[in-house]
């Protein structure tokens, strides 16, 4: 493993281990500007990521979930970290256990190395573009993981447990979807990753952070997330959006 992936994941752990102790104790959560709810974890678990990136990069830019909401947006350039300290919040306010840390690192563009780390069964996910993808459950030894070939027909979809957009239905259908499977936060693209599913189309709202870590998983496991135009795929989905706010396009996630 490359020094950098290893930082990241010694990073998301630690931050897991923290989310995890706050998860079992609870906490109140409170709406952030845009209406979305936010924790003591999500704050504590940024501040362990930061505090470790920065010491160990201190001139590589970090674009972090919460700092971000705060108005506090680097200057990314080329080349920068993509943080979400807790994805699936609203999972985490639930108690259903589907929430991760996530850290990626970009390049031109592209999320080249990423780390997804779900504290509460502690199953850890990360890859990098020519190191491939793997994944551990607790103490464990790392197990490569590589995603699955498309079927003829009959494609099993991950989706949103919390967001349904109208028309999804149409959608999927037109893409011959035959089985759909709910889950929350980012696991979705580490469920194309690991051969588990074929199809993750998204047609609501995401943020850059929201998208990074799974997408640079799932492509080091050979899978691919692709940005839609008009319901119609227009290339790779991208990162260092400044001028749209780091917001995404509605994309389409596949397996092959």
Known sequence: MSPLLQLMVDAALEAGREVEAIYGAGCAAELKRDGSPVTEADRRAEAIILARLRAAYPDIPVLAEEEACEGCSPDVGSRFF???PLDGTKGFIERNGEFTVNI??????EPVAGVVYAPD???LYYGARGEG???ARGRAPPEPIRTRPRPGH???AIGSRNHHVQGTEEANAR????EYLPS???LKFCLLAEGSADVYPRYGRTMEWDTAAGQAVL???GGRVMALEGGKEAGPLRYGKVAEGFENPHFIAWAR
């Open 82 to 84: 993509c943080v979400d």
């Open 104 to 109: 990626a690192f970009i390049e031109a563009g």
């Open 121 to 123: 069964s502690r199953l």
């Open 133 to 135: 993808a793997f994944r």
């Open 154 to 156: 009959g494609l099993t």
């Open 175 to 178: 893409l011959g979807i035959a």
């Open 184 to 186: 929350g936060s980012s």
């Open 219 to 221: 492509e080091a496991a």
